[in-house]
């Protein structure tokens, strides 16, 4: 459940309720010992400690990796400072996050090729591109430098974000 897709978690939940019980029910007709109100109850109660194991594990995988994105947005911010770059939109990978870390609006880096992202740049007046290691696959040239665009000026690595400014 990732983005907007977690709006859909009540109904999901509400989906595999219903579904431990048609399933209990159609079981209970091959084997006619079950107690069906037993089963359904046993089957919830399992789905619900392997949701809440799967999701303790996840959170626990991935807190370290959240704080990492924090880290490097706030490394990206304070570089920008340092460039006395201008209110504009910064485009990276996760906008609400790099907001949140720096406080700086920004937009979300196409995945469309390089074409797409200089337009995008374009419409929203963006002066920096941060071309982060979690990039579509169409722009690994342009992140690892085997090609280049006329309108994209490399201009430095903050770790492993390589910045761009946008010629106009």
Same mark, same amino acid.
């Given at each position: 459940?990732?983005?907007?897709?977690?709006?859909?978690?009540?109904?999901?939940?509400?989906?595999?309720?219903?579904?431990?019980?048609?399933?209990?029910?159609?079981?209970?007709?091959?084997?006619?010992?079950?107690?069906?109100?037993?089963?359904?109850?046993?089957?919830?109660? !399992? @789905? #619900?400690? *392997?949701?809440t194991a799967l999701s $303790?594990?996840? =959170?626990?995988?991935?807190?370290?990796?959240?704080?990492?994105?924090?880290?490097?947005?706030?490394?990206?911010?304070?570089?920008?400072?340092?460039?006395?770059?201008?209110?504009?939109?910064?485009?990276?990978?996760?906008?609400?996050?790099?907001?949140?870390?720096?406080?700086?609006?920004?937009?979300?880096?196409?995945?469309?090729?390089?074409?797409?992202?200089?337009?995008?740049?374009?419409?929203?007046?963006?002066?920096? !591109? @941060? #071309?982060? *290691?979690?990039?579509?696959?169409? $722009?690994?040239? =342009?992140?690892?430098?085997?090609?280049?665009?006329?309108?994209?000026?490399?201009?430095?690595?903050?770790?492993?974000?390589?910045?761009?400014?946008?010629?106009?």
């Amino acid at each position: 459940m990732r983005h907007s897709a977690v709006a859909l978690l009540p109904w999901s939940a509400r989906l595999a309720a219903q579904g431990i019980r048609v399933a209990v029910r159609w079981a209970a007709l091959k084997l006619p010992h079950w107690n069906v109100e037993r089963a359904q109850r046993g089957f919830t109660l !399992v @789905a #619900l400690g *392997a949701s809440t194991a799967l999701s $303790l594990s996840f =959170l626990v995988y991935n807190a370290g990796a959240w704080d990492e994105e924090l880290r490097r947005y706030q490394e990206v911010a304070g570089w920008l400072e340092q460039q006395a770059a201008g209110p504009s939109p910064v485009m990276v990978t996760d906008p609400p996050g790099f907001w949140y870390a720096s406080g700086r609006p920004a937009v979300v880096t196409p995945s469309d090729g390089p074409d797409a992202l200089v337009a995008a740049a374009d419409w929203y007046n963006v002066e920096y !591109v @941060a #071309l982060e *290691a979690a990039h579509a696959p169409v $722009l690994h040239p =342009l992140y690892f430098g085997t090609e280049t665009s006329a309108r994209l000026e490399p201009v430095a690595w903050v770790g492993t974000t390589r910045m761009f400014r946008v010629l106009r």
